[in-house]
């Protein structure tokens, strides 16, 4: 079975920094991009990062360019997504997810085994 689990989540103060974790099994993880989503109550999910490893790249969205830094142990299966300078619209529940491609960006569009969440909370 395709899963994918994050982790790390936590409460932090503004310009704080945490480091999630994605597990990942049952899939070619060198063969697959592995995405970061983010919903914050009331608002529609959103892309945080995405990174294909077949392909060589990464991507941010606008909101986290600078601040968030995405990594994978292919070893290990793992991507992580480490973030600094928190600001408070960065709390939510963050997701990470697997498809073919990241699209040429961070869209959720064709992403599946949406894992359960791990909850950043940031206070200012």
């Known amino acids: 079975d395709v899963q994918l689990q994050a982790s790390g989540g936590g409460a932090v103060q503004a310009g704080g920094s945490l480091t999630l974790s994605c597990a990942t099994s049952g899939f070619p993880f060198d063969d697959y991009a592995i995405g970061w989503f983010r919903q914050a109550p009331g608002k529609k999910r959103e892309g945080v990062s995405c990174?294909?490893?077949?392909?060589?790249?990464?991507y941010y969205a606008d909101s986290v360019k600078g601040r968030f830094t995405m990594t994978s142990d292919n070893a290990k299966n793992t991507a992580y997504l480490q973030m600094s300078s928190l600001k408070p619209e960065d709390s939510g529940v963050y997701y990470c997810a697997a498809h073919l491609s990241c699209n040429g960006g961070t869209t959720p569009r064709g992403f599946g085994s949406w894992g359960q969440g791990t909850l950043v909370t940031v206070s200012s």
């Open positions: 990174t294909s490893v077949s392909a060589g790249m990464t």
